[in-house]
């Protein structure tokens, strides 16, 4: 890669976020340097000063210039390398629902998928019908298509896909299966997961439970 096309993305290897951007590179084909941050506790000043705002991974850099927040970061690739692999329909109503369905899986699926894990008690409970009612919502979006974006991958399977990796250590610490109630859902997941582009973009499941599970452990949950 010649210094006009300088990739670098800052990531924490846990994180979805950052793999949403990582399967959209690797989806066009782009090779980056990745630095991880040790996000959790010493944030890098190569982060602060790259998003000073939310000070989060991830952060793509391309030629100096940062783009932040995953989903922004994953249009942005999408429009730059464009002649390969669309990820965003070029019609204007399909693209608009799109960015619906990615902005709701931002919205609701992610945030009660964090609460399957991060909470107990009631308050989880909660969050596992909040999250099965998000899935039973996608599964019907999802319909007969072989994946959101139709016959290819596209900008909602990429901004869904990575919440996959936490699906072990959901359903173990909070004792439920989502291939129970939602196979169609399961089956979608695998179908992207024999994507190079996605199964090299995604952690072990094991190794995130182990996280998970310090995590909560953090928390003073366990």
Not at 53 to 61: A, G, Q, S, T, W
Not at 81 to 93: F, G
């Amino acid at each position: 890669m010649s210094m006009a096309e300088k990739v670098v993305l800052l990531n924490y290897w846990a994180s979805p976020y950052g793999m949403r951007v990582r399967i959209a590179l690797a989806e066009k084909g782009i090779q980056y340097e990745s630095r991880e941050e040790d996000y959790l506790t010493n944030k890098s000043s190569l982060l602060l000063q790259m998003n000073p705002v939310h000070k989060k991974i991830p952060v793509l850099i391309h030629n100096g210039k940062p783009v932040s927040e995953s989903l922004i970061a994953v249009q942005y690739i999408d429009e730059v390398w464009k002649d390969k692999a669309p990820l965003l329909p070029s019609d204007p109503y399909l693209r608009a629902q799109a960015m619906f369905w990615a902005d709701f899986v931002d919205k609701k699926v992610y945030e009660s998928a964090k609460r399957t894990w991060r909470t107990k008690g009631e308050e989880q409970e909660a969050a596992k019908r909040e999250f099965l009612e998000c899935i039973r919502l996608l599964e019907e979006e999802l319909g007969d298509k072989p994946y959101f974006g139709g016959e290819n991958l596209g900008f909602v399977d990429v901004a869904l896909i990575p919440t996959y990796s936490w699906f072990y250590a959901r359903e173990k610490i909070g004792n439920f299966s989502v291939e129970a109630k939602h196979p169609k859902f399961i089956a979608w997941a695998k179908r992207c997961m024999q994507k190079e582009s996605v199964s090299k973009s995604l952690p072990d499941q094991k190794r995130v439970y182990e996280f998970a599970l310090r995590l909560r452990s953090k928390l003073g949950l366990e």
